[in-house]
């Protein structure tokens, strides 16, 4: 029997309703199989049975008051996963489907991810089924307030910083940082994505997408590919499709689709990002309003058939389990030769052996978005020295950082007898970090 089986049969036994939980706990685990063989000690201490259980795990309620008057309830959560290598580290999901299997598959994998980037951070991740959708400011606002008021006890910049993710960003970020900031009498890099006149960074808002095309352009070019001249689709239209579109623009690709969560827009004439810009950034309005300004693309209703697009190069940057094996087989037939994950764990478990299979180059979400986290390690790093780098400087840094977990993946993956397989690389080469401080500091958690 496999050494790291039994891992994976206690933690379906302590949490059976937990299945997203499952699906990124199942695939990291059987990329750490011959990490476990040639690393007993580890076994011994129970470092695989100890990075898949949270060291916190907290939920809470979150009152306030609607434009109505009336009162509304939502949970809220921080599941503080590991703190073996930094404080937890990890963003804010705002999204009526959140619950804890779904925080604790995306604390999971930001342990690995934050690893990965080479910077000194834990892994956390936290939330509410709050739905920010169709809410004024002013209940956002007071959502906001109501969160961090409980939340406050939990984090601090040496503890646990918690950033953006779905429906988290500048806005909601302001809300719970100016919270924060009532409340502790403190003025400190506790929140990450701020705005630059409150200790922001530059870059930060464009990091993900701009990190993940970095990412892709590395990997692109180990095949003698590039983006120059690829068609490329997107989907989701949020942050990460944004500025992933905005990179992929610069870089000589074209992207012809977006989507959210009711449609898809297809643009064969390349996707006018201004316009998408507007619509989502400063309207907040749905995606199929594209069509009005340029006519000429269509919109599509319901998401899943974007993959039937035909194109060069896929970035999922929507949600979880996107991708599944009938869209991963008419990409395979259609042409796609590179899919890059900006979301977390878009591709379900038999997209990605499709893409493996036909030898797709695939770059898994813990190492190809990676860029918006080390970005978000940038940010504290300026704030404890109360300085700020340009945009270049920090864009330089974020391309270095892209570069280099490229290679740590790739590196790990032929080291361990997987070449070119970035999914057991990535989980290997973020596991070996983490794996070996936990060892040197003893059985605590
Ligand atoms: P946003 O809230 O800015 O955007 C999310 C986008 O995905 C929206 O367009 C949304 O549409 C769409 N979407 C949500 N659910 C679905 C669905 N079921 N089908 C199709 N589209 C859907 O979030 P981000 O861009 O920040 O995050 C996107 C992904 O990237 C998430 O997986 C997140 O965890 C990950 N990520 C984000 C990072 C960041 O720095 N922001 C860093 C690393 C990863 P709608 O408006 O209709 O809901
Ligand atoms: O999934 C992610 O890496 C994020 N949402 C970003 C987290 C962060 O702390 O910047």
């Known amino acids: 029997m496999k050494i790291l089986e039994s891992v994976m049969e206690r933690v379906i036994k302590r949490d059976p309703n937990e299945p997203e939980f499952h699906q990124a706990v199942k695939e990291v685990l059987e990329s750490l199989e011959p990490v476990a063989e040639k690393n007993p000690e580890w076994v011994k201490a129970g470092i695989f049975d100890r990075i898949v259980e949270p060291e916190r795990q907290i939920s809470f309620r979150v009152s306030w008051v609607d434009d109505n008057g009336n009162v509304q309830v939502n ?172 990179k992929v623009h610069q870089l000589g690709g074209k992207v012809v689709a977006l989507s959210d969560s009711n449609g898809y827009i297809y643009d064969p004439e390349g996707i006018k990002l201004e316009t998408v810009k507007k619509i989502k950034e400063v309207e907040r309005k749905r995606i199929s309003e594209y069509i009005k300004y340029h006519p000429n693309a269509k919109y599509t209703e319901g998401c899943s058939d974007i993959w039937t697009i035909k194109c060069d190069i896929a970035l999922p940057c929507a949600t979880q389990n996107d991708i599944d094996e009938n869209s991963a087989n008419m990409l395979v037939k259609n042409g796609c030769y590179a899919v890059g994950e900006g979301a977390n764990m878009p591709s379900t478990p038999e997209a990605i052996d499709v893409f493996i299979k036909n030898k797709v180059i695939f770059a ?72 070996d401080a936990m060892y040197a500091q003893g059985i605590t958690y």
């Open 364 to 435: 898994p979400s813990k190492a190809a978005n990676a860029g918006g986290v080390a970005t978000s390690a940038l940010e504290m790093s300026q704030n404890s020295m109360r300085y700020s780098w340009t945009f270049e400087e920090v864009d330089a840094k974020l391309k270095d950082i892209m570069v280099n977990i490229y290679k740590a993946a790739s590196t790990a993956a032929k080291e361990y007898g997987y070449e070119d397989n970035l999914v057991v690389g990535a989980n290997i080469a973020g596991f070996l970090k983490v794996a």
């Open 75 to 246: 949970r809220g959560y921080r599941i503080q996963f590991n703190s073996a290598i930094g404080p937890y580290k990890g963003g804010i999901r705002l999204h009526p489907s959140v619950n804890a299997s779904i925080l604790k598959f995306l604390g999971f994998e930001q342990i690995l991810k934050n690893s990965l980037t080479g910077l000194p951070m834990g892994g956390g991740k936290g939330g509410s089924d709050f739905d920010p959708k169709g809410k004024s400011d002013g209940e956002v606002m007071r959502f906001c307030q109501s969160f961090m008021t409980e939340l406050e006890r939990h984090i601090g910049e040496n503890t646990d910083v918690p950033a953006g993710d779905m429906g988290t960003g500048a806005r909601e970020i302001g809300y719970m940082y100016g919270q924060y900031r009532r409340l502790r009498n403190d003025f400190t890099g506790v929140l990450t994505g701020k705005g630059l006149t409150w200790g922001g960074s530059l870059a930060r808002t464009e990091a993900t997408g701009y990190g993940l095309c970095y990412f892709m352009d590395e990997a692109l070019k180990a095949k003698g590919k590039s983006f120059k001249g690829a068609t490329v689709v997107i989907s989701g239209s949020g942050n990460v499709a944004i500025y992933a579109t905005e």
